[in-house]
């Protein structure tokens, strides 16, 4: 498999000058199997350039890890989704009150969005609880992660090589010693010896003694998170609004000075990267 | 996969160790997987020093009569009700710590319903009695 970031900022969109390098728009991956079918994790702004990418294929899965905002917003503009010819797959988190296409009604519908879910041509929905699926080759693994409201993190197998995807997380909350023990740690069987993990890296920690419980990891605490997942390259994603390329460059350097056993890669948008299969 | 607790147990073990009544939690199979520190004054050793204990060590190691001083069955510990039965339960016992202290004590025990109707375990408070 290999992938691709669309969309690497979290929170909302923001373009400018000072976000050229690491992308200014929200959430949105491009994974592809060694098959070439298409599986994209959350549909944030970023996913409408992607969208304009796409050639002639006939079934686009979307997985979303939860439906805030900076995950759902680019679903309207995501061209295959208005094409009949095209079935779209969305994949959510599973809800005890209301299903995935309820909730995500609530934004696709007036006053907030002129076109309503019932007229999106040709859209299956699957509600999904914590457990194991599969789409094409992929061996899919869902769990829920420590972030406001009901969010999965995943993990994908394909022919021996793993990707983990967890953007919004907080596995440090309410744990003084975070770490800590292994099998108490958000997340940790989903990232387990993963060769790519995705994470969350929002904040630094004086942003974070203010923003407890709002979801996200500080740099420092992903470095350790890494080291105690066993993961083989880290990549960076979900960056704050506020961060500039040049902010996020000195992070970088930084987390990459203390890496223990994993390499640290940069979330930049336009980032490819492929996983080798593994005889 | 490893072996990781679900997550909304992990929030609740961190939620309980922030609180300052007496927390005990089970897993799904009845086994005793953490309680706090205000537990470990009721209970009569460190959580640390206890460690996971299985259920068939739990019966074993905890002594718990009526407030007559009778003894009650295993499915009267509303811990026990509540991983059976998958009903809050509630009972004042006699109850025999580690440290061979016997207290009167509250309990309220509630099964733990976890996202897709998964079952997790059993979350139950300890309330010593007054006097």
């Given amino acids: 498999m290999k992938f691709k970031l669309w969309g690497t900022r979290g929170s909302i969109a923001s373009a400018g000058p000072d976000t050229v390098r690491y992308g200014g728009n929200t959430a949105s991956v491009e994974l592809r199997t060694s098959t070439g079918c298409v599986v994209i994790l959350d549909a944030g702004s970023g996913i409408r350039t992607l969208g304009k990418e796409l050639g002639s294929e006939q079934r686009i899965d979307i997985l979303l890890s939860h439906l805030h905002m900076d995950h759902v917003q680019g679903l309207p503009f995501f061209g295959p989704l208005l094409d009949p010819e095209v079935e779209v797959h969305l994949w959510g988190p599973i809800s005890t009150t209301h299903t995935l296409r309820e909730r995500l009604s609530r934004y696709l519908s007036p006053p907030l969005f002129p076109i ?24 899919i693994t869902a769990d829920l992660i420590t972030h406001p409201g009901s969010t999965l993190g995943y993990r994908f197998a394909e022919d021996g090589s793993v990707l983990a995807y967890m953007p919004d997380h907080e596995p440090a909350l309410g744990n003084p010693r975070f770490p800590g023990v292994s099998d108490w740690t958000s997340g940790y069987s989903l990232a387990k010896g993963a060769d790519v993990l995705i994470h969350d890296a929002q904040y630094t920690e004086e ?73 | 996969m490893q072996s990781q607790q679900p997550v909304e147990m992990i929030l609740l073990r961190q939620a309980a160790s922030y609180l300052t009544m007496p927390i005990w939690m089970m897993d799904e199979g009845g086994n005793l997987i953490f309680y706090n520190g205000p537990a470990e004054k009721l209970l009569g050793v460190r959580f640390d020093d206890a460690g996971p204990l299985h259920a068939d060590q739990l019966a074993a190691m905890f002594k718990a009569t009526n407030l007559d001083g009778e003894p009650i069955e295993d499915t009267a510990f509303p811990v026990v009700s509540a991983l059976v039965d998958r009903k809050p339960s509630h009972r004042e016992i006699r109850f025999c710590g580690l440290d061979g202290v016997w207290r009167d004590v509250h309990i309220s025990a509630m099964p733990v319903e976890g996202q897709a109707g998964r079952f997790l375990g059993v979350f139950a408070t300890f309330w010593e009695s007054a006097g």
């Fill in chain 1, 116 to 139: 309503r879910v019932r007229e999106l041509p040709n859209v299956v929905f699957h509600d999904v609880p914590p457990g194991e699926f599969s789409i094409d080759t992929l061996a």
């Fill in chain 1, 207 to 279: 942003e974070y003694s203010t923003r407890v419980g709002w979801g996200h990891t500080t740099f420092s605490q992903l470095g350790k998170y890494a080291t105690m997942t066993e993961v083989s390259r880290l990549v960076t994603f979900h960056h704050d609004p506020a961060h500039s390329d040049d902010f996020l460059d000195e992070a970088h350097v930084a987390l990459m000075s203390r890496a223990d056993g994993y390499e640290v890669i940069a979330g930049k948008v336009g980032l490819e990267m492929s996983l080798l299969a593994t005889d």
